[in-house]
């Protein structure tokens, strides 16, 4: 009698539930078309944001090249990171890219990308679609830059000379008149200042390089200090303005200054892998002013203004070391390192650009402080040396230099 009970009542109780799954089923299927419809635009969101930062970063870091273009570098930016041909586009996605200023008067890029996609559950209760949307702003601080060109002889040997001044005029597009202070500086036997650091330097920058005169030795220091100058002489630099210096060279630095004999004299003119090719010779002794030979030994050893030493600095060398090929280039080298380390104290960001198989690829390293230097200092600030095998990959080397200062600067 009371088992018949029993199995009465649990079968009430299964009419039950199968009456109130009945009933929530409909809400069930609901919250999961939700989470799939959701989970679908929580994606495609994902990829407009990507879409749009790449969009952002990649036109404010062309901006120098204009707007037009630099919108259109933007857009292909994009088009590498959002799936167009996705079957849950309901449309083409859009994207606008506009432009204005901070209150320095600093560039701003903003994205704006929107996209509209294809519904599946939520659709039966009339959203066949749904529009997502994802902005990005890009910003960058100013750019103070000093370049530093080797015009040596040496350039005249290896394509250099045809190879610098397109890539380099390449180069300056990266960057926005107006907004970043740019000068040049070039340097031989001895070192000058071409162009003056200013907001308006496409052109005379354009111009110096095409008109360089190439020929002489590689007073690589020399060309560093010139640039420090620059940089730090900027009057009133906006205060969160980013100092650069961008070192060019083919070879080894093979030229000091110093006194020698009661007088200021530049030595030097031979690295041992240019001499070792017959590219040149012996120890020169060269007015400081003009760069003119003053005298020249051919010997193991020169001699300038009667002395045949010179007081190094390079802890490997003695002290004083005597004028020989290799200790006046390794001499440079250490004497062109010290300078760039300075500026790293005072902020400046060095990189380096090495042309040719004839160059000290540990000095250059050593001289941007790349995180590859047998040196490298994360203290300090941080550039990367490229290079250059030979003249038609010079081009590259500029653009690998232009693209990582303002990769690190853009945001």
């Avoid at 930062?53 to 901006?63: E, G």
């Avoid at 620059?230 to 006194?259: L, M």
Wanted: proline share 5%; aromatic share 8%.
């Amino acid at each position: 009698m009371h088992l018949i009970r029993s199995l009465t009542a649990t079968g009430k109780e299964s009419g039950n539930i199968l009456v109130l799954f009945a009933l929530l089923l409909p809400l069930l299927l609901l919250f999961v078309g939700l989470g799939i419809d959701f989970g679908f635009a929580f994606l495609t969101e994902a990829q407009l944001a990507k879409g749009a930062d790449a969009a952002s970063l990649a036109a404010m870091r062309n901006l120098g090249r204009g707007q037009v273009e630099a919108s259109a570098i933007g857009q292909s930016e994009f088009a590498l990171n959002y799936n167009a041909n996705s079957n849950l586009n309901a449309s083409p996605p859009s994207m606008s890219i506009t432009y204005s200023s901070d209150s320095y008067g600093e560039p701003i890029v903003n994205v704006v990308d929107t996209a509209k996609i294809h519904t599946f559950f939520i659709g039966i209760a009339g959203f066949p679609t749904l529009t997502i949307a994802a902005a990005s702003q890009a910003t960058r601080p100013p750019v103070i830059l000093s370049l530093v060109l080797d015009k040596s002889g040496s350039m005249l040997l290896n394509g250099g000379s045809t190879a610098l001044p397109p890539s380099l005029i390449d180069f300056l597009g990266y960057f926005i008149e107006g907004t970043d202070q740019l000068g040049e500086v070039s340097f031989s036997s001895i070192a000058t200042q071409d162009v003056a650091i200013s907001k308006t330097f496409q052109t005379p920058i354009t111009n110096s390089v095409t008109g360089m005169a190439f020929g002489g030795a590689t007073f690589a220091q020399g060309g560093l200090l010139d640039a420090q100058t620059q940089v730090q002489g900027v009057s009133n630099p906006p205060p969160n303005a980013v100092n650069v210096v961008v070192f060019f060279t083919d070879g080894w630095a093979n030229t000091n200054q110093d006194t020698l004999g009661g007088g200021l004299v530049n030595y030097g003119g031979c690295s041992p892998v240019e001499a070792a090719v017959g590219w040149c010779s012996g120890v020169f002794c060269m007015n400081p002013t003009t760069g003119s030979t003053i005298s020249y030994s051919s010997g193991n050893v020169g001699s300038c203004n009667g002395s045949s030493t010179f007081p190094s600095q390079d802890p490997s060398l003695a002290n004083p070391a005597q004028l020989t090929e290799l200790n006046i280039s390794t001499e440079s080298d250490y004497r062109a390192v010290q300078s760039a380390n300075t500026m790293r104290t005072q902020g400046i960001t060095v990189y380096s650009i090495g042309l040719g198989d004839k160059i000290n690829t540990t000095y250059l390293q050593e001289l941007a402080n790349d995180p590859a230097s047998p040196t490298y200092n994360a203290s300090e600030p941080s550039g990367i040396a490229a290079f250059a095998p030979t003249a038609s990959d010079l081009d590259s080397a500029f653009q690998t230099i232009a693209s990582k200062i303002l990769l690190r600067l853009t945001h």
